[in-house]
């Protein structure tokens, strides 16, 4: 039985998120669209786990039922530098009790394998684009491609700082294949010290743990590969 965290108002949508399986997530307009998808989700992330090992991450139960439950649910809310409620404001994403757990080593043995595994394939996903591609900018996007590259970068050492294990934002590199490089290798390098964390902060009015970090990231650079590979 899989266990959904739904996250509700997003930017605009929600996502369920597959807890303790980091970059199994579905998206919908609304909870109930996003928790129908979230059998397809499920497949999916094993097709993907079955292209790089022969490993058995599922119970066969699970295999076989793509059985779901709702555990939780939580409404994302934005809020001022005043920590009032506001229409604009900075979003709260969510925080689930999930997120209180501490790693434990196969955990971090397969975040680290994830987190390998969709750098490949963004660098893989990238590796031809000339400068132009890179830069070209898209109707209705915020980025160009080397943008998305930035953001990535810059996202991944936004966690690492929430939880107060960044280096200084001043030696962020600026460019985007620097920045995957260092940042990533600066991440590689902390997590194994969160073996067994129960450390949880909170800052900017929310909640940040070593799983909610590992979560997180995993998720934002596959969720931005098929966004590049949308505008390709």
Not at 23 to 52: M, N, T
Not at 165 to 183: D, H, I, N, Y
């Amino acid at each position: 039985m899989f266990r959904i965290g739904l996250e509700n108002g997003t930017e605009g949508r929600s996502q369920a998120w597959v807890l303790g399986h980091p970059g199994c997530f579905a998206y919908g307009r609304d909870g109930s669209a996003a928790l129908e998808a979230v059998p397809k989700a499920i497949q999916d992330y094993r097709l993907w786990i079955a292209a790089h090992t022969s490993e058995v991450w599922f119970a066969e139960n699970e295999f076989k039922s793509n059985a779901y439950r709702l555990d939780e649910t939580w409404e994302c809310y934005s809020i001022s530098s005043d920590y009032e409620l506001v229409q604009d404001g900075y979003e709260v994403n969510a925080w689930f009790r999930h997120d209180w757990k501490s790693l434990n080593a196969e955990d971090l043995r397969r975040g680290l394998l994830l987190l390998m595994w969709g750098r490949a394939q963004l660098l893989e996903t990238v590796k031809d684009l000339n400068a132009a591609t890179l830069e070209r900018t898209y109707p209705g996007e915020r980025w160009s491609i080397a943008g998305i590259l930035k953001h990535i970068g810059g996202a991944e050492w936004w966690y690492q700082d929430r939880l107060g294990l960044a280096f200084e934002r001043q030696a962020v590199p600026e460019e985007p294949f620097t920045r995957l490089e260092k940042v990533r290798a600066y991440l590689v390098e902390i997590l194994p010290g969160l073996l067994g964390s129960t450390k949880v902060v909170g800052v900017s009015g929310e909640f940040w743990s070593p799983r909610k970090l590992l979560r997180r990231a995993v998720w934002h650079e596959y969720d931005h590969i098929a966004h590049i590979r949308k505008l390709l």
